[in-house]
């Protein structure tokens, strides 16, 4: 099993561009979450779909980010516009719905907004 | 709501002796927990995790954890450190009940001294 993908490892943008990010969870998982990680605020879940379905979405900082699930294996996570503070590691995981939920992590994309 | 503290942002050890990694947790009902690892530039990787029985959890690269409800904490330990096991580690709580999001705690890093 190749695990949770991620793509780029990482991107560096200037203010304003548009950015995407991309997550091919675990072939079988039914669910897949968005996370973002900085020194100031850790760890903090943005978004997390069951199905392809997005389920909360209220750690989204802003109008500006927005994730979709078109199919079972795909994910992206878009800013737009980009802006210096949004500048993190961003995660994505998967996991199965049912039973204990277990999560499993890619590794991540550097985000750098200049 | 569920929550999770670990009240140390580092633990300094000696290469040999033991470690301890505290955390601990609020939730309703009966929890989940886990603990994670996460090495630099890498993404969380899972370690153990508590669902029921045995108060003592064995997990991956000599790693346990106790649980210990009427304290509601959920401590990492290991008798005999290493230096490879310098990183930092997340413990996580979510709900025993239906289907609940993981919560992390903001992470303690441990450094291993030689």
């Known amino acids: 099993d190749a695990g949770v993908i991620q793509s780029p490892r990482h991107e560096v943008t200037e203010m304003g561009q548009e950015v995407t990010l991309r997550c091919k969870p675990i072939?079988?998982?039914?669910?897949l979450f968005w996370y973002r990680q900085t020194m100031m605020r850790g760890l903090e879940l943005l978004i997390y779909?069951?199905?392809?379905?997005?389920?909360?979405d209220s750690g989204m900082p802003e109008d500006r980010f927005s994730a979709k699930m078109p199919n079972a294996s795909f994910s992206t996570l878009k800013i737009q516009p980009s802006e210096p503070r949004d500048s993190a590691v961003y995660f994505c995981?998967?996991?199965?719905?049912?039973?204990?939920?277990?999560?499993?992590f890619g590794p991540g994309t550097r985000l750098t907004v200049l | 709501a569920q929550s999770v503290a670990q009240p140390e942002d580092q633990v300094n050890v000696a290469e040999g002796n033991p470690l301890t990694v505290k955390c601990t947790y609020s939730?309703?009902?009966?929890?989940?927990l886990f603990w994670y690892v996460q090495y630099p530039n890498r993404g969380l990787q899972f370690l153990l995790k508590y669902i029921t029985g045995d108060n003592l959890v064995k997990g991956s690269y000599g790693f346990e954890a106790e649980f210990n409800k009427s304290q509601t904490s959920f401590h990492l330990k290991k008798p005999s450190a290493l230096v490879s096991d310098s990183a930092l580690y997340f413990c996580a709580v979510s709900q025993n009940s239906g289907y609940s999001t993981l919560t992390f705690g903001k992470g303690t890093m441990l450094l291993v001294s030689p």
């Open positions: 939730v309703s009902g009966n929890p989940y």
């Open positions: 995981a998967s996991s199965l719905r049912t039973g204990v939920p277990e999560q499993f």
């Open positions: 072939s079988g998982h039914n669910s």
């Open positions: 779909f069951n199905n392809n379905v997005p389920i909360d």
